[in-house]
């Protein structure tokens, strides 16, 4: 009851104030005449009764105030009265507003974008149902040397049929298709799934139904699953589809179902879900290029999980033994090991470092905005400096004060971040759209309800910080130096002068810890780019994927090499071709590995030797690549065809073995210990195959046609699994790399063989290469933007301080003029207060960029985390800039009229 | 230095012969719970019973007025005195009754307290 008659009562003041206060009014004067009545009734005069009457009450317009301040209206009332104050006083002042608006626009526009892809990509759940119960199945092989190999077939059966801890498991693995019956043959991105993988994500198919245990048997129907977008572009969203049956890789598969659009798996696009199929009874334990995803019981730890594949794993050898014969004891020689981990982390990756760092730099960016507001604050309150001492005379509570200065700021501050968080929904759209930094998860990344509290909370928080500076120091009532000077005393200057000062060091500190981080990925950026990867002039070389089905060639390799033979000699024959070569799998792409055997190194019986990379090649293939053959020769088609036992190494690898690349040539290796042994007949150079920042790992490199013996493929640990096709990319060395026209005259080498064989992810290796380092190049470019804005806030910090110095020590000016001063001294004293400035801030720049930058490691390239080039390059521009910044208002001291000054007052 | 209470909520730090809020609560709900009265009357009340040794600062009074008046303790109409003058006459409602009565139980409570402990020490 108490609560509506408080609210009401206010209401009702509040819309008719004037009618409140004569009530009160009324009320009071009331009191008065009963007082007076009293003291006449007390025997004293009329007058005197009125008189006593009036002392008794004490001042009438004290007692009114008293009693109409009671009530939550009242501060309604003040407050829209300081806003409409505050707003007023911003319009008076444009420039000023306009200013400070656009400085926090960017700095809270940036922080709520990076926000918003550190919150999409690192803190969202992944978007299916209960994601944290999702895990991915790895494990590790410290005894192949290998930190992480995916999962095998018999290893998803041991699983699927064995765990306590899963309540589904599911394997998985990523592949192209070709579709040959609908028009002009397409090649698409695949997804290979056992069945439960539909239902451990939770999705339903928006039409037709979702795999079921018998679509993994090698005896039923061939089916396949459609994306939406596949389903919408081909057959246009028909939703008989469902039934038909189509051409995928040279077999008929029926379509029996359609994935939702919200359909999203690890960042891979997938035109197509197939079934991955196998006899459980004949699964082997040799290829590892799966990749294993389970649902965790309710209430299961990632913890017990590791135990439960642990435990397992003995399970799985002992049920699928393997053949007699070389890695026969594999597993227990590979110490094959669990590496259970959350889905979501594996499909981040290590993104998160780059993340943080990009946070650290807007936020610095952002304190920068912030003390550059705020000095525009101070010299703003020191205008209305005899204003607020009156009102402090008057009797304004210091709270009072100070809760008006902060509502400007923060006013200020929260249009800011209005007009920031638009900022953000337009990088947001323009980053998604354009996927300039490849980062994962980039699709999760949109505008929700936390960024808006994000920016909301940044914006108030800025304007309480950069607020409360001025608002602290001018509540503070020095009444007599005020209202006396006209506030213009010598030791006031100096104290506010001393915190402009101190806020400007803030930002040339601040300034130059980002010009540092700037500088240090700008030399990690040029130290990848002048690494030699391995090839020469990239964008000369035109890279593109064929898959020749195996049914076309019945399985048989010499007529897939004829084939490719033949299209490898159309496309030497175009115009502008110097080079044309085949591999299997194109640098900086994922590779594939396998152990190798040299001769003369013994290794016990049953053992493995470590992991090599190995690339099958053909003739040409390091013309193409410009790789230097830096001993020996290449291969040739007749040894090729022949299948002559030769292979070539990388120069690491000779070196590792044989210290010296001309000792290896002759020495001889081979995959397995019965097969016979093939020569070394070249060493080639180096190629960083794995990625530009990393080492190149040691290559074998085989002929294109091999004979092996034993077992039906080599071990596979990683790389494309054995599929019902042919992949292989053919390297085009030619001035034309990247034009439609070259593009057309492949097409038409490749039709002239086999019309049926489409084309695809035709793609120049420049830009290959440039995708590989996409992530460096964002940061970069952030930082360095970052850098040059701190830059040029720290430099206009200086250079306002300076200004603003000497226009307020005009008459000090004056007066040292007319006592004789030489010009150069007043301007020299300025100078050097602007240079103790640069040189102090650029001195905790220094120290808090020396702590600061250790984080940066992570993303740094052979540049230190305290490379002295780089602090010293900065340092110097910064204070250079700074000494530029002061020089120029100093220079108006010299110009100012002492007879003017001294006169004015 | 000491300010003049101009935005400020009245407190009534002033020496000795004045009252307390709680207490000056309790007073006028007292007052008021024989008969219904205007401000100046209930002051005048308060002095009488009280032999002079409560004053009410009459700022204090009527700002208490306003607050017993939302609390919900308080009703209060305009209505003319005995010598025809327009006054606000405040009365008690229901609920501030029930909130005199627990008020003066706690005081008599504390009072009696108070009393022992002094005739304890002494």
Known sequence: ?905 | MNKPTLDKTPTMDQPNTDVIQGTLDMLILKTLSLEPMHGFGIARRIEQISRGVFKVNPGSLLTAFQRLERLGWLDSEWSQTDNSRRAKFYSLTRLGKKHLDVQTAQWNRRASAIARLLKAVS
């Not at chain 1, 192949?144 to 899963?166: D, H, P």
């Not at chain 1, 990523?174 to 999705?203: F, K, M």
């Not at chain 1, 090839?535 to 897939?560: K, V």
């Open chain 1, 1 to 905: 009851m108490s609560l509506w008659r408080q609210i009401s009562r206010g209401l009702r003041t509040l819309k008719n104030r004037t009618a409140a206060d004569r009530d009160v009014a009324d009320e009071v004067r009331h009191y008065l005449d009963e007082a007076t009545d009293h003291f006449i009734a007390q025997g004293l005069s009329p007058d005197s009764a009125r008189r006593a009457a009036r002392i008794e009450l004490g001042s009438q317009t004290a007692v009114h105030e008293q009693v109409c301040g009671y009530g939550w209206e009242n501060a309604v009332e003040t407050f829209s009265a300081d806003l409409r104050c505050a707003l007023r006083r911003l319009r008076q002042k444009p420039g000023f507003a306009a200013t400070s608006l656009l400085t926090l626009a960017l700095g809270i526009g940036a922080t709520t974008s990076i926000f918003s892809v550190i919150d999409g990509v690192l803190l969202k759940p992944l978007p299916y149902s209960e994601p944290a119960q999702l895990v991915a199945i790895a494990h590790t092989a410290p005894g192949l040397n290998m930190k992480e190999i995916g999962m095998t077939a018999s290893l998803y059966v041991t699983y699927s049929e064995q765990s306590r801890v899963f309540q589904d498991v599911a394997m998985w693995s990523t592949d192209t298709a070709s579709i040959t019956d609908l028009g002009a043959p397409e090649e698409l991105p695949a997804l290979l799934v056992t069945n439960r993988l539909l239902s451990i994500l939770r999705v339903q198919p928006e039409a037709g139904r979702s795999f079921s245990p018998w679509d993994d048997d090698p005896r039923s129907q061939r089916t396949v699953i459609l994306s939406d977008a596949y389903w919408k572009s081909r057959f246009g969203g028909d939703r008989s589809v469902i039934g038909r049956r189509i051409m995928v890789d040279h077999t008929a598969r029926e379509i029996v179902g359609v994935l939702p659009p919200s359909f999203r798996f690890m960042d891979r696009e997938a035109a197509l879900v197939i079934p991955l199929r196998f006899n459980r009874n004949d699964v082997d334990l040799i290829n590892f290029s799966y990749r294993g995803i389970a649902r965790l019981k309710p209430g299961a730890t990632l913890t017990e999980a590791n135990t439960d594949v642990a435990r397992m794993l003995p399970i799985a050898s002992a049920r699928f033994p393997m053949k007699a014969g070389p890695g026969a004891n594999m597993f227990a020689e590979a110490r094959l090991g669990p590496l259970v981990q959350p889905l979501k982390d594996v499909l981040i990756g290590d993104v998160g470092n780059t993340l943080w760092v990009l946070m650290a730099t807007v936020g610095i960016v952002l304190l920068i905005a912030c003390a550059n507001v705020a000095n525009l604050l101070l010299v703003r309150a020191e205008g209305r400096r005899q204003e607020l001492a009156i009102r402090v005379a008057l009797g304004a509570g210091r709270g009072r004060i100070v809760r008006e200065l902060l509502l400007e700021s923060v006013l200020l501050s929260l249009a800011g971040g209005i007009f920031g968080l638009l900022l953000t929904f337009g990088v947001l759209r323009i980053l998604v759209s354009s996927e300039l930094p490849h980062l994962p998860r980039i699709h999760d990344i949109s505008p929700d309800p936390l960024v808006v509290a994000f920016a909301l909370a940044t914006s108030l928080g800025t304007g309480l910080l950069f607020g409360l500076i001025p608002a602290l120091k001018y509540a503070r009532p020095q009444l007599s130096n005020t209202l006396t000077n006209g506030g213009r005393s010598f030791s006031q200057n100096k104290a506010q002068s001393r915190t402009r000062g101190l806020l400007v060091i803030v930002q040339v500190a601040l300034a130059l810890v980002l010009l540092v981080g700037s500088g240090l990925m700008l030399r990690t950026f040029q130290a990848l780019r002048h690494v030699d990867a391995g090839f020469s002039s990239p964008h000369e070389i035109e890279t593109l994927r064929i898959s020749i089905p195996s049914a076309q060639i019945e399985y048989n390799d010499e007529r897939a090499l004829r084939m490719e033979e033949a299209i490898l000699r159309n496309i030497e024959r175009i115009n502008g071709v110097s080079a044309v070569g085949i591999t299997n799998t194109i640098p900086l792409e994922a590779g594939s590995n396998d152990s190798v055997y040299i001769e003369g190194q013994n290794f016990a019986a049953g053992s493995t030797p470590p992991i090599r990379r190995y690339k099958a090649i053909s003739p040409g293939y390091l013309a193409a690549m410009g790789s230097h053959l830096i001993a020996g020769r290449d291969v040739t088609w007749t040894e090729t065809y022949n299948q002559t036992p030769v292979a070539l190494v990388s120069e690491n690898m000779a070196h590792e073995l044989w210290r010296d690349s001309r000792a290896a040539l002759g020495k001889r290796i081979r995959l397995t210990p019965d097969e016979e042994w093939r020569q070394i007949v070249g060493v080639v150079a180096d190629l960083r195959d794995d990625g530009v920042e990393r080492a190149a790992p040691s290559i074998v490199y085989w002929p294109l046609l091999q004979k092996h013996s034993g077992r039906a493929e080599p071990f596979v640990h990683g790389g494309p699994p054995r599929s019902a096709h042919r992949t292989l990319a053919f390297i085009i060395r030619t001035p034309r790399a990247g034009t439609l026209t070259l593009l057309q005259d492949l097409r038409r080498a490749v039709a002239a063989v086999n019309p049926s064989l489409p084309v695809a992810d035709v793609d120049t290796l420049e830009s290959i290469y440039d995708r590989s380092l996409a992530r460096t190049t964002f940061t970069m470019v952030l930082l360095a933007i970052a850098g040059a804005m701190a830059f040029l806030l720290g430099v206009v910090g200086i250079y306002g301080v300076i200004s603003y110095a000497v226009s307020q020590r005009t008459r000090e000016i004056g007066i040292r003029l007319a006592l004789g001063a030489p010009l150069h001294d007043l301007t020299r004293m300025f100078l050097r207060y602007g240079l103790l400035l640069s040189g102090i801030g650029a001195a905790f720049g220094l120290t808090a960029a020396f702590v600061l930058s250790r984080l940066m490691k992570a993303v740094l390239y052979e540049v230190s985390p305290i490379d002295p080039l780089t602090y010293g390059a900065m340092s110097t521009a910064l204070i250079l800039a700074g000494a530029l910044a002061s020089y120029l208002p100093a220079r108006r001291a010299a110009r100012v009229d002492p007879a003017q000054t001294l006169r004015a007052e």
